[in-house]
């Protein structure tokens, strides 16, 4: 079966720091692009950072210049580090692989609060 795990959610103040870590297995994971989805609270869905299987990247307007998404396809992991965090970054993160439809796994939870 398809699993994605992300992990290293947390609490953190206005401007911190925080490293989501996701593990996938089930699939190829080198011949997929993926990439970061959040859902803040009462918000939907939101692709945030996207990563092909070339390690070519993008990411949304609201996240760049903060954001760095990466990949390790030997460790089949994918990571987003996340800098200079604002309120609005608060939700769950989800690791999702790229296909039609968007498959995700469980998320993790990142709150921003003073």
């Known amino acids: 079966e398809v699993q994605l795990q992300a992990s290293g959610g947390g609490l953190v103040q206005p401007g911190g720091s925080l490293r989501l870590s996701c593990v996938a297995s089930?699939?190829?994971?080198?011949?997929?692009?993926m990439s970061w989805l959040r859902q803040a609270p009462g918000k939907g869905l939101e692709s945030v950072s996207d990563?092909?299987?070339?390690?070519?990247?993008a990411y949304a307007d609201s996240v760049k210049g903060r954001f760095t998404v990466s990949r390790d396809n030997a460790k089949r992991m994918v990571y987003l580090q996340m800098n200079s965090l604002k309120l609005e970054d608060t939700g769950v993160y989800y690791c999702?692989?790229?296909?039609?439809?968007?498959?995700w796994g469980k998320g993790t939870q990142v709150t921003v609060s003073s």
């Open positions: 990563i092909m299987n070339d390690d070519r990247t």
């Open positions: 999702n692989r790229v296909t039609i439809p968007w498959d």
């Open positions: 089930g699939f190829r994971f080198s011949s997929f692009a």
